[in-house]
């Protein structure tokens, strides 16, 4: 059973900080993740993906990949009030995109 | 780009009622949609990998003639919750890959359907 971990929090963070997330995930032959974030009663959005070893940046997001280490990580610089939601890390399992999620890390920042 | 749209986003009917969701990739072609559902505090539960052209995969639990899928193009998916009772009632979500781009292309997801059968 291929699983994707993350700490459920909630991951409180002042306004302005840095808030960082993380999620291991058991298939070493993975090649491919997401995060995606989902605020309280909507749906999930896709805010970053990333494929090889490394940091991929967007904006105040930064993703970070060690496959050797078979984590995965999303910081948040600068939060404000309006990150507050469940970030939920995801891996692709087969060639049809499927993905294996994460149970999510709820973020509150706090004003 | 890649927006998915969800119909309708909120439905009350009654017990034993049959509930049609529609969710359609409006600029790209999406060879396979997802439906998941979730309650509330829980984590996204997927219930099936929808194919265009052919018969869903069902994930191990989901009741297929509960659930009836229908994918007929490549744009359009449907879930059809057959005799809804309450424990059906959920927040269902739909979700598709653009075909174009290869294998590392994510999941975009539609608004999600609210589903409460009294």
């Known amino acids: 059973q291929k699983e994707v971990e993350q700490n459920s929090g909630p991951l409180s963070v002042p306004e302005g900080a840095i808030a960082s997330l993380n999620c291991t995930y058991s298939d070493r032959g993975s090649q491919s993740f997401f995060w995606y974030r989902q605020y309280s009663g909507k749906s999930p959005e896709l805010i970053m993906f990333i494929y090889s070893n490394g940091d991929k940046e967007d904006g105040r997001f930064t993703a970070q990949l060690n496959k050797a280490s078979q984590y995965v990580s999303l910081l948040i610089r600068d939060s404000q009030p309006s990150d507050s939601a469940t970030y939920l890390c995801a891996v692709l399992t087969d060639s049809w995109g499927k993905l294996q999620f994460g149970s999510g890390t709820q973020v509150v920042v706090t004003p | ?118």
């Open chain 2, 1 to 118: 780009g890649a927006v998915v749209s969800q119909h309708p986003s909120w439905v009350i009917c009654k017990s034993g009622t049959s509930v049609k969701i529609e969710c359609r990739s409006l600029d790209f072609q999406a060879t396979t949609m997802f439906w998941y559902r979730q309650f509330p505090k829980q984590s996204l539960m997927l219930m099936a990998t929808s194919n265009e052209g052919s018969k869903a995969t069902y994930e191990q639990g989901v009741e297929k003639d509960k659930f009836l899928i229908n994918h007929a193009s490549l744009t359009l998916s449907t879930l059809t919750v057959t005799s809804a009772h309450p424990e059906d009632s959920s927040f269902y979500i739909c979700s598709a890959r653009d075909q174009a781009g290869g294998y590392n292309q994510p999941q975009h997801f539609g608004d999600g359907t609210r589903l409460s059968i009294l």
